[in-house]
């Protein structure tokens, strides 16, 4: 089957950084994905990893450990627009994609 | 931009109907997938299409048809409307068969059966 875990919920405070972690066990693993989602809003893509290592996009930073089936995304210079839910999501042999149950980001002033 | 649109945001339905569920997607994308997505059980997938007049069971089919009789037209169908199927879905579209592709999701419809 398919798993995939990562916090229900978590608070961090304006201009600091987070770090959200996604662990997953799947049969198959073709790259994971991270969506942002606003409240009533559809997901929106971040980023994705394919190789071991660590991504950036801007503010916005993805790691991946295939070995130990873990991700982690990285949020710096929090801004209040980044309250959300993030979406972490493997892609399978099958062209799939599972999600997890997606972790809800509260940035405080 | 690709741009997958819904034909209704919100959708209230009573026990028993039909209901139908209309996604289009603009960019020729290959690809399209049918979710709901409820509290605590994150996204989960109901029916894909690799392709037109293809279509594949996700991980929670029942209950549930779907039909794509063109490619940029993926709908989903209730046959028989029941209250646990009162979800927000979500459509979404991607380009490549195998291999990695980001999905682009529409908007969703919240559907509340009574």
């Known amino acids: 089957g398919q798993n995939i875990d990562q916090p229900t919920e978590m608070t961090a405070t304006e201009g600091a950084i987070v770090q959200i972690n996604c662990t997953y066990q799947?049969?198959?693993?073709?790259?994971l994905f991270w969506y942002q989602q606003h409240a009533g809003e559809a997901p929106t893509f971040l980023s994705y990893?394919?190789?071991?290592g660590l991504e950036e996009k801007g503010r916005f930073s993805s790691f991946l450990s295939r070995s130990k089936g873990y991700s982690y995304l990285l949020l710096k210079e929090l801004q209040m627009k980044d309250s959300a839910s993030y979406l972490c999501a493997v892609n399978t042999n099958a062209g799939k994609s599972t999600f997890g149950d997606g972790t809800t980001l509260t940035v405080k002033p | 931009d690709v741009k997958v649109t819904q034909s209704s945001r919100y959708l209230v339905k009573r026990t028993g109907e039909k209901v139908f569920l209309e996604c289009v997607q603009d960019m020729d994308h290959e690809n399209m997938f049918w979710y709901r997505q409820d509290p605590g059980l994150g996204l989960r997938l109901i029916y894909f299409s690799y392709d037109v007049k293809m279509k594949e069971k996700g991980d929670i089919p029942e209950g549930y048809s779907v039909s794509r009789e063109k490619k940029e037209r993926f709908s989903l169908i209730l046959e028989s409307a029941s209250t646990n199927q009162t979800s927000m879905y979500l459509c979404?579209?991607?380009?490549?068969?195998?291999?990695?592709?980001?999905?682009?999701f529409g908007p969703g419809t919240r559907l509340t059966v009574l």
């Open positions: 799947t049969s198959g693993f073709n790259g």
């Open positions: 990893n394919v190789l071991d």
């Open positions: 979404a579209s991607s380009l490549e068969t195998a291999g990695l592709d980001t999905q682009y």
